[in-house]
């Protein structure tokens, strides 16, 4: 369910929604349609490494870096740059991908 403030709903709409406490079923299917199609970015974190930048500048294809993430614990995901989930990663034939964790409060 998503709350918004009516003049909120008017300024993402771009037109006046009825004055209404309650949005009409055609506000609200447009409300749906809106948020729907919008976009957020997502990044999955595979572990860091803290280095000095003269090895960074030195580092040449084939290198090994050892990243602070345990094999056996669940990656860091973002939205938008803020972390809400700790996912796993897997793979289905020959495509990469994530599957659902932990999702982080706040």
């Given at each position: 369910m998503w709350l918004l403030l009516q003049n909120e709903i008017q300024a993402l709409l771009g037109?006046?929604?009825?004055?209404?406490?309650?949005?009409?079923h055609k506000g609200r299917a447009e409300v749906e349609?809106?948020?729907?199609?919008?976009t957020a970015d997502l990044s999955v974190e595979l572990g860091t490494v803290n280095m000095p930048?003269?090895?960074?500048?030195?580092?040449?294809?084939?290198?090994v870096l050892i990243l602070d993430q345990r094999v056996n614990e669940p990656l860091k995901a973002t939205v938008e740059g803020r972390e809400k989930f700790r996912?796993?990663?897997?793979?289905?034939?020959?495509?990469?991908?994530?599957?659902s964790g932990v999702r982080k409060d706040g």
């Open positions: 037109h006046v929604v009825a004055k209404s406490e309650a949005v009409t349609k809106l948020v729907r199609n919008w930048l003269g090895q960074l500048a030195n580092l040449r294809p084939g290198d996912v796993w990663p897997g793979q289905i034939r020959s495509r990469l991908g994530i599957q």
